[in-house]
């Protein structure tokens, strides 16, 4: 089946930027999502880019899509203390989706 | 709108006890999910249902039961609880397979000593 990698862990500064990055195995994915998970919460949807597309902008997220490697990437922006949190990585497969083990951002003031 | 609800949010059972968890949604999603998230495991599939009436078995169904006899509602039961079963469980709902992503609930904490 589908597996999903992503780092575990990622430390940055106030004000600098994030880039967490998921590798996948299944090249027929049809929708690559990034999730947040705030302690204690559920998973809130971010972000998403549809397979055709390489590259999406949504105000300070970057969502950067390389099919040939199987590799999608989420840059933040002027990453700030509310953006500590775990990202998730997910992506479509036949009838669900499957997730990464998730990357807990942590930033520092 | 309330989106995805998941009852109780917090239960401690003892082993062997049963218990059900209630998830509904108000968005008219055919699909829904059960997902249980551990420490290092990530987000593993339980079962899932693609439309009312329907289920189908995840990543690690075993211990688990699940019902879909409502579109709006999905409940996840554990007929005899061990403390293997001691997770977060997170309900989700979507349109389709994939079909702009999952809405989670805020999910369910449940501890069996």
């Known amino acids: 089946g589908e597996d999903v990698e992503q780092s575990l862990f990622l430390s940055v500064r106030e004000g600098d930027s994030s880039v967490i990055n998921c590798t996948y195995t299944?090249?027929?994915?049809?929708?690559l999502y990034w999730y947040k998970q705030e302690p204690g919460a559920g998973l809130q949807l971010l972000t998403y880019?549809?397979?055709?597309?390489d590259m999406k902008q949504d105000q300070r997220l970057t969502v950067l899509l390389n099919k040939k490697d199987k590799h999608l990437s989420l840059r933040i922006a002027d990453t700030q203390t509310g953006d500590s949190a775990i990202y998730f990585c997910?992506?479509?497969?036949?009838?669900?989706?499957?997730f990464g083990k998730g990357t807990m951002l942590l930033v520092s003031p | 709108n309330a989106g995805v609800t998941q009852t109780p949010k917090f239960r401690v059972l003892k082993t062997g006890q049963s218990m059900t968890l209630l998830c509904a949604q108000d968005?008219?999603?055919?699909?829904m999910y059960w997902y249980r998230q551990d420490p290092g495991m990530g987000l593993r599939l339980i079962h899932y249902?693609?439309?009312?009436?329907?289920?189908a078995k995840g990543e690690v169904p075993d211990g688990y039961n699940v019902s879909r006899l409502k579109k709006q509602n999905f409940l996840l039961g554990l007929e005899s609880a061990a403390p293997s079963q001691t997770s977060v469980y997170f309900c989700?709902?979507?349109?389709?397979?994939?079909?702009?992503?999952?809405?989670f609930g805020s999910g369910t904490r449940l501890t069996v000593v």
């Open positions: 989700a709902s979507s349109e389709g397979p994939g079909i702009g992503g999952y809405t």
């Open positions: 299944d090249s027929s994915s049809t929708y």
């Open positions: 880019i549809f397979s055709n597309m």
């Open positions: 997910a992506v479509s497969g036949y009838s669900t989706l499957t």
């Open positions: 968005m008219n999603h055919e699909y």
């Open positions: 249902s693609v439309g009312e009436g329907t289920t």
